[in-house]
């Protein structure tokens, strides 16, 4: 209940009612400040603070005719308010309002993908301790590599959505930057004191420097942290998606009572949710390049970046955060197959324990050209005979010169390859 709610939440952000009243709420942080400094009276706020309001139908209605959405916007807000409208957007201009509002949805959006990955962090953390000693073959290029475990995967998972929760952070930060400066930046028509004031009311800092807008440099920085976190939710989608092919079946995502696969083949069991994650995080990295290249505007703006930032952000951010509910929910009810792991793992009869053969040749003396040689070798044969390694080593006249039986059975320990992973899971903090 509570995800399904926070799904709700990012898309009210998004909604015109909250867009039109943070616009009004910026305004409204401008007035206070005049009338803090007696240069609108008291009653004068008093009134629009009561009396402001807007009607999103209206404002449509104003902006076919006008074509500008935040004249229109005023228009019907003047409806509202009376003759103490003029005091209204007072020395400002459209960038003003749109900007700081927009840092406000960003915001917003930021706290609420900050609580996706914290809550997606815990859920990985919490797998990784229950699976830290499940053992499974580690993989490079596809190809069984040496033995890891499971929960050494997880954690793996799990220290890459603390950096971005870092990321995150930060880019809340870069972000949280307000421009009340006026046309084309340089104060004009109001002091910069009134900017310091306001955007300390509405939390925000006041931007050292702008041109008519916001610098997209900020924007281009969010964004990247949006697509970056992406990747993250697709690096674990694709290894789902593998690990739960049917030749390898180690994991499954959970499959509901009543779902269906396939309308043609009943038995089918398919990694839909990884799928459907990997094909939204394509969505989130192309959206990046259009809000890169809003950040190289004409003098000191253009309107190019408005139609992109109107379309990017909001779907970028409910995207992402769909993306991390539906993640860490299907990593909560995951299926894990352990006896499928070790089946897997000795797949290869043997040869996953190639490179401590080759050490122990190495440390009776062998140079490590020799003992490669000699081991290859052998592992080579295995791929191309009925017959596992240890037969093949015990059997090479060259190898049980130097190594005795014992020394080869110490090869084959799987407790070898595993007896640092409590170390790694203390520098992790799980």
């Not at 609108?40 to 309001?53: M, T």
């Not at 003003?96 to 859920?123: G, P, Y």
């Not at 976190?229 to 690990?243: C, G, N």
């Amino acid at each position: 209940m509570i995800r399904r709610y926070t799904l709700e939440k990012m898309g009210k952000i998004w909604d015109e009612e909250n867009k039109f009243r943070k616009w009004l709420e910026v305004e409204i942080a401008v007035c206070e400040v005049y009338a803090g400094m007696k240069k609108i009276p008291q009653k004068v706020l008093l009134n629009i603070k009561n009396k402001a309001n807007f009607n999103i139908a209206r404002i449509d209605e104003i902006e076919k005719i006008v074509n500008h959405d935040v004249i229109a916007f005023l228009t019907n807000v003047s409806e509202y308010v009376g003759p103490d409208s003029r005091y209204v957007h007072m020395g400002l201009t459209s960038s003003d309002i749109l900007d700081t509002s927009m840092a406000l949805l960003l915001r917003e959006a930021a706290d609420i993908l900050i609580v996706d990955l914290k809550n997606f962090a815990a859920i990985l953390k919490k797998l990784a301790r229950k699976y830290k000693k499940t053992v499974m073959i580690g993989r490079s290029h596809g190809i069984h590599a040496e033995p890891i475990t499971f929960g050494l995967k997880l954690a793996l998972w799990y220290t890459e959505i603390l950096r971005d929760i870092e990321r995150m952070n930060r880019a809340r930060e870069i972000i949280s930057f307000g421009k009340l400066s006026g046309a084309v930046g340089t104060f004009s028509n109001i002091d910069p004191i009134i900017e310091e004031k306001a955007c300390r009311i509405l939390k925000l800092r006041p931007a050292p420097v702008s041109s008519q807008i916001i610098q997209r440099d900020r924007y281009a920085e969010y964004m990247s942290v949006l697509a970056v976190i992406s990747t993250t939710v697709e690096k674990i989608a694709v290894e789902i998606r593998h690990m739960q092919r049917t030749e390898v079946l180690e994991l499954s995502e959970p499959f509901g009572k009543g779902q269906k696969g396939s309308s043609a083949m009943p038995h089918k069991k398919n990694p839909i949710l990884s799928e459907r994650l990997t094909g939204m995080a394509r969505i989130i990295r192309g959206n990046l390049v259009p809000v890169l290249e809003n950040n190289a505007l004409w003098h000191e703006r253009d309107i190019s970046h408005s139609s992109v930032e109107r379309v990017v952000f909001p779907d970028s951010t409910i995207l992402l955060d769909y993306m991390l509910v539906k993640a860490a929910d299907m990593l909560e009810n995951i299926v894990v197959y352990p006896e499928n792991m070790i089946k897997n793992l000795n797949r290869t009869r043997g040869l996953i324990f190639s490179q401590r053969a080759m050490l122990s040749l190495v440390d009776k003396g062998f140079t490590r050209e020799e003992a490669y040689k000699i081991i290859q070798r052998n592992a080579l044969l295995v791929w191309d005979k009925d017959t596992d390694f240890r037969t093949l080593l015990l059997n090479d006249t060259e190898i049980n010169k130097n190594l005795t039986e014992q020394d080869i059975d110490k090869i084959f320990d799987l407790n070898y390859y595993l007896r640092n992973i409590e170390k790694i899971f203390k520098r992790v903090g799980i």
